[in-house]
């Protein structure tokens, strides 16, 4: 079991800049979820992907933001024109979705900075 | 709608004593709970869980959690504070159904003092 694992760890990047990030779930996981954590905060929900449907969006997520995951394993969050306040932690996490499983697995994050 | 409401922002203990981290809960449906703990530049890690049935339920690392539904309350308990306790304990709710998502609460830095 490899776990939830997201690239890069740490992005460090100019306002106005776009970026991308990518996450691997659990192998046999279907549901992918993205959340985003800032300074002094619990993480909020973003988005969440079953195989490869996006079946729910957060009003969190504004026009800059898009997500995918296009065969339904890994999955991509992109951020275009960065600004600041898109500076944060961005979590994924991933679950199995039968047998009445509600535990979501996180991978350590991403740390985006935006200067 | 559901919310999280985790009461103390920062608890400091003395190694050996009793850990109480709160959390209260809103939720329209019957809810599942949750708490996660997080080490520093780390993801999170699943304590335990309640879904259905036994309301007191046990974790990992010596930690429990009782669901009060006439109390909307989930506080997660240890007996006794080791040092590798310290780090930042989220409390989350997800309201059961189709609804998948988790709504954490804003969590508690545990300190613990030698």
């Known amino acids: 079991d490899t776990g939830v694992s997201q690239d890069p760890r740490h992005k460090i990047t100019k306002r106005g800049q776009n970026v991308t990030f990518r996450c691997d779930p659990i192998s046999e996981h279907n549901r992918l979820y993205w959340y985003r954590q800032t300074l002094g905060q619990g993480p909020e929900f973003l988005t969440y992907?079953?195989?490869?449907?996006?079946?729910?969006k957060s009003r969190l997520l504004s026009d800059r933001f898009s997500a995918e995951r296009p065969k339904g394993s890994f999955s991509t969050l992109e951020i275009q024109r960065t600004e600041q306040g898109d500076s944060a932690m961005y979590l994924c996490a991933s679950s199995l979705g039968t047998g009445g499983h509600h535990e979501q697995f996180f991978g350590p994050g991403t740390r985006l900075t935006v200067l | 709608a559901q919310s999280v409401t985790q009461l103390g922002s920062h608890v400091s203990v003395s190694e050996g004593a009793l850990v109480l981290l709160r959390c209260n809960y809103s939720?329209?449906?019957?809810?599942?709970l949750f708490w996660y703990v997080q080490y520093p530049n780390q993801g999170l890690q699943l304590l335990l869980k309640?879904?259905?049935?036994?309301?007191l339920v046990k974790g990992i690392n010596g930690f429990e959690a009782e669901f009060k539904k006439s109390e909307t309350s989930f506080h997660l308990t240890k007996p006794s504070a080791h040092m590798s306790d310290a780090a930042e304990y989220f409390c989350?709710?997800?309201?059961?159904?189709?609804?998948?998502?988790?709504?954490f609460g804003k969590g508690t830095l545990l300190t613990v003092n030698p």
């Open positions: 992907f079953q195989n490869e449907a996006q079946l729910e």
């Open positions: 309640y879904t259905t049935g036994a309301t």
């Open positions: 989350a709710v997800r309201s059961g159904g189709s609804n998948y998502k988790l709504t």
């Open positions: 939720s329209s449906v019957p809810p599942y």
